[in-house]
């Protein structure tokens, strides 16, 4: 079960004295489990396999002239302001002068999308995406503004969902919930300089019983579509990566990087770590570990002591794909052409196209993250070659913005490919699709402890692929931890190995 940070902050002291914890991975969920430990008077020591720390909370800066030039966030960039765990720690972190508004997907309305006709702007688009959309209904007998909803609902899904889940949509927005916006009065929510769009998230929030109209597969998805288009999502001004390292720099216990857990085998009274450091390996005996690691990676480590369900868990857990490839430009030229911020839906392979502040120096050139993939399109961008994506990208892109073409504006490349990436093998958990039911009890397993070891990490949430998620299954395991009274024969075990670290 999920607490609060209220309850969580109501635990004064530790139940049963302090205790030893390790935690494996130096991601948001590790380091938030490792500061709520600590101020819970319990020992922790943190190992992160890769040199950094942050995990899928990676800015990229590129140099410019000795200087730090502009960067890119190739993993998380922006924060749902609703997401109030996050947004309590930034508070707490004391970094809310770092809070600016993110400018997302549509909301410059000088940003592009594609149709059948070719590229529009946004605050030309919706005649023809009503048009588009309307062609597809069995009946055209709505108000227009039922269609304007219907057709900027549809490309914001387009837009937002992997290409397959889109397609598996069928465009179906179902009858029932277009006949239901009829009757509701949608001006109020018309919105754009020219108020050609609909603000669906305004909408949402004052009208949530209409959600039990929309087709289920549309439902499990809303919420994301609702979140990514937001008028009223954040981010952190020097990139997303002050974050865990101000977080980092408030625990006082050690965090080791470039060490690896290679396996882990559970027994009655400890857990055993197999570490990888460099060449040599290490055995660390351990009382209790907190484990972050995506369960992606965990799948092919040795793992032992593990009951069967929990290993199924670990193998079945489905993963998405999600690749960012930013350019290092010469000058942020879509200002030019009249965009101020926010994302054009560039399609394609592509995809998304984001046009971050250019608030820098103007001498060290600006970001633009010219590709934001997830779904196969991510996987067929991270099988590429570095030289091969470049193109494809350049192609794609610039049939939008021929200004790339221009000799000496792409100043350098900058990218991750998630799916792939040694250290996630994903970018992150997918539970659309599922029944809420069927998520929950996903959730249940892949928190589930054994013995000594706990879980934690996005996959382990109710807010999967945010970094919310990873920051309330952070909670719970430190909740968990803390209220959990190993058993007396556990403890003064006469077979318990001695707590020492020996070279293998
Ligand atoms: C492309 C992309 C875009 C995203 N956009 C957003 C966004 O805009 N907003 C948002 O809120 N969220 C976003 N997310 C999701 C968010 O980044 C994640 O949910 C969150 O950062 C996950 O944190 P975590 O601690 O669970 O996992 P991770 O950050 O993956 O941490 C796990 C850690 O374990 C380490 N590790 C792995 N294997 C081992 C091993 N064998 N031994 C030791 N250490 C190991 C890893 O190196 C890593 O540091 C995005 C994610 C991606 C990939």
Redesign the pocket.
Known sequence: MTRTLQEVDGLDGTTGGPKNITV???????LVVAYELERLGHHVQI????Q??????HTRRFPGDGKTGPFAD??????PAG?RL?MHYIAELGLQKQVREFQTLFSDDAAYLPSSTGYLRVRDAHETLVAEFAAGLPSRDYRENTLLFGAWLDASLRAVAPRDFYSALGGDMGVELLNCIDHIDLAPYRCGTTKNRIDLHAFFADHPQVRSFCPPHLERFLDDVLDETSSTIVRLRDGMDVLPRRLASRIRGQISTG????GIDVRDDAVILRLRQGVGTLTRICDYVVC???FT?LRG?QLSGFDQEKLDIIHQTKYWA???IAFHCREAFWEKDGISGGASFTGGHVRQTYYPPADGEPALGAVLLAS?TIGPDAEALGRMSEAQRNAVVTRELSLMHPELRRPGMVLGVAA?A?GSHR??RG??TVRWGQAAAVREAERREAARPQKGLFF????CSSK???????IE?AIDAAHEIEWYEPRASRVFAATRPSRSEESA
């Open positions: 494996i991975g130096a991601g948001i969920a590790g190992i992160e396999g890769s950094e720390i942050g995990g899928r909370i190739l993993g998380a960039m922006r924060i997401h996050t060490l690896e857990v290679t972050t690691i995506p990676v480590i999600g690749t960012k934001y991750r998630w250290w996630s970018a992150a934690a990490g996005e996959h999967p692929a945010w970094i919310e998620g990873a299954s």
